[in-house]
């Protein structure tokens, strides 16, 4: 056990004529499990703070929304979570890449085409969390699962290259993107995503290397 971390946590606002956004949901209801002691990360860690913010679905106010969060509140970890309508799985996020090419506008009207995310920066950055121990964590837990290299090209990947080109490398830091929950057919449940990200903090506040394990993609 250690002393108490901070974990923060963020979601998105609605976009693209939703009311709501699940990224959100999950957010505000791992939260609230938190506040009453309930996560499975504080029975492994010890006493965690947690805590979260609401960011715009634009790409630079994201990013400076971000990035205000972690000098109030200099957390131990930062895991950004987002929307993947579509998808079939909690996607885990490997690499954020400079490029913002946006196929809708974002929430301020802004459509970057073939624009870096940030002028001169490397092509490509990695996530620092465990994922391949998360990985594993929560497909034993019967949640499926998934590796992902690529988090797109809108808001999503912009939010995770910023957050990797800023925070330092000791700062656990990534992107989880999660399905629409609101489907009745649903492959995963809010419950489960909560679950998963759970276990997602629990793997990535451990200090050990990530685990060794074939994971990667043919295509």
């Known amino acids: 056990m250690s002393s108490s971390r901070t974990v923060l946590l963020t979601g998105f606002e609605p976009f693209a004529g939703m009311d709501h956004n699940p990224s959100w949901d999950v957010v505000a209801e791992l939260?609230?499990?938190?506040?009453?002691?309930?996560?499975?990360?504080?029975?492994?860690?010890?006493?965690l703070a947690v805590r979260t913010a609401l960011l715009p679905v634009e790409f630079s106010a994201s990013a400076a929304r971000l990035l205000e969060q972690i000098t109030a509140c200099a957390p131990d970890l930062v895991i950004a979570v987002?929307?993947?309508?579509?998808?079939?799985?909690?996607?885990?996020?490997?690499?954020?890449?400079?490029?913002?090419?946006?196929?809708?506008?974002d929430n301020a009207g802004h459509q970057p085409t073939e624009e870096p995310v940030v002028s001169g920066g490397q092509p490509a950055l990695f996530s620092t969390l465990r994922l391949k121990s998360a990985h594993a964590a929560i497909g034993a837990a019967g949640i499926p699962v998934a590796l992902?290299?690529?988090?797109?090209?809108?808001?999503?990947?912009?939010?995770?290259?910023?957050?990797?080109?800023?925070?330092?490398?000791?700062?656990?830091?990534?992107f989880v993107h999660v399905p629409d929950l609101t489907r009745e057919d649903s492959p995963v449940s809010r419950a489960q995503a909560v679950q998963a990200l759970d276990l997602l903090i629990t793997e990535s506040l451990r200090p050990e290397p990530d685990l060794q394990a074939p994971g990667g993609q043919l295509h």
């Open 31 to 47: 939260a609230a499990v938190a506040e009453r002691q309930g996560l499975h990360a504080q029975q492994v860690h010890g006493a």
């Open 82 to 105: 987002g929307l993947a309508a579509g998808t079939e799985a909690v996607r885990l996020e490997r690499v954020g890449l400079n490029l913002r090419d946006a196929r809708i506008p």
């Open 148 to 174: 992902s290299l690529s988090a797109g090209s809108f808001v999503c990947n912009s939010l995770l290259y910023s957050l990797l080109h800023t925070v330092p490398t000791s700062v656990p830091a990534g």
